[in-house]
């Protein structure tokens, strides 16, 4: 294994600049902006959870207290 290691280091090395050598990617307005949206719906969702987990914890505590 260790031979076979070793053989293939200097390819993967003399390989690893190829992605640097190639064109940035254009940014596409439509790409931003459903990023944008995708994450502002993923924290509502994750505040609503939130809160209806807090809202059931202390409504399990006050009745605990009773």
């Known amino acids: 294994m260790s031979r076979l290691l070793?053989?293939?280091a200097p390819l993967s090395?003399?390989?690893m600049p190829?992605?640097?050598l190639a064109a940035p990617?254009?940014?596409?307005?439509g790409d931003?902006?459903?990023m944008l949206v995708s994450t502002a719906l993923v924290l509502l969702m994750t505040i609503r959870?939130?809160?209806c987990s807090?809202?059931?914890w202390?409504?399990?505590k006050t009745s605990s207290q009773r």
């Open 13 to 15: 090395v003399a390989l």
């Open 58 to 60: 202390f409504a399990r």
């Open 25 to 29: 990617p254009a940014i596409d307005t």
């Open 54 to 56: 807090m809202r059931a």
């Open 32 to 34: 931003t902006s459903w």
């Open 18 to 20: 190829l992605p640097a």
């Open 6 to 8: 070793k053989a293939i």
């Open 49 to 51: 959870v939130w809160v």
